[in-house]
């Protein structure tokens, strides 16, 4: 079997690292697997994926906005006699969607990763997303709230759907339950609208000066995050690291992580924090707070002092302690071979 996966960038994002481990374990499990990418402008993974012997096509217009990404798509397609040609995030979506009338043989596939996006703040999207949808055969969310939003909007039949949790290399992060050391906090994600920096930022501002935060992330949010923890005076309190593919031993270097965002179809980052047994705090939004519930703390979104209250939670040894061990017997349920297994069941309509 010969599978394409095609995704809009390689930007640092949840779909871009979920794939960067998908793909290789694919591979392991005897899979032929391939990558079309459709922008490589603000890459940060290239590398990474080559690293890991993934093949990459891009198309020469290497434009994700570019209708000419329609016809060069179904070459590539064609070309590579794909069985299954596997879509994520929305231009690839798009411009698939209508390939596939020239390329027509392979089996189409989606994955949707997000519970929110900024198309479904307008109803004159929900038609082009009636449209886009129609044409794969099957679309996989991340988490039942993804399944659910996504029929909401868009109508589509339960029976298209398949829902398959997100994974990662546990073995890059697998840690043991630990004591706590001191009082740095993390947080990994893109500065992002989807993400709620801010909220951490004003948090640090009501904790003692001993605690610190690390920012391990780029994006379009950045400059305005950095402007509040100036108007904070925050400034020696707070490190703006920006991308690092150094993840797992930046946790084991600190003490909490964080992961505050305004909507989520999953949460990856959480779940290497679990994994490398960094207690996490995380927003109580839906697909983040399935993933974490039980095995970390949770905060309402925006509320500053209920987050202040669950980081000094923390400051309770036995409690850190127990948190840590529970993070990492949860991660244990998301490795990525589960994922992938399931992933390749699906191709051939198990």
Known sequence: MKILHVITSLELGGAEKLLLDLIPAQKKQGIDVELLVLDLNGEVFLDEYKKRGIKIHVPEVNNKKSYKNIFQIAKIIKEGKYDVVHTHLVHSQIWVSLARYIAKEPIYMTTEHSTHNRRRESSIFK?????IYSAYEKIITISEATARELINWTGVSLKKIEIVSNGVSLRSFMGKARERKGNKIIMVSRFHKSKDH???LRALAKLPKEYTVTFVGEGETEE???REALMLNLGDRVQF???SNSVAALLKRHDIAIQSSNFEGFGISALE???SGTPIIATNVEGLANVVDGAGLLFELGNVQDLVDKIRLLEDP???FQKSKDGIKNSL???IETTAKKYIEIYKGE
């Open 127 to 131: 038609i082009l997303d009636k449209f």
């Open 273 to 275: 924090a679990m994994a």
């Open 198 to 200: 801010i909220t951490v």
């Open 318 to 320: 036995s409690f850190y």
């Open 333 to 335: 349920k998301y490795s």
């Open 224 to 226: 305005s995050v950095k």
């Open 241 to 243: 690291l920006g991308y």
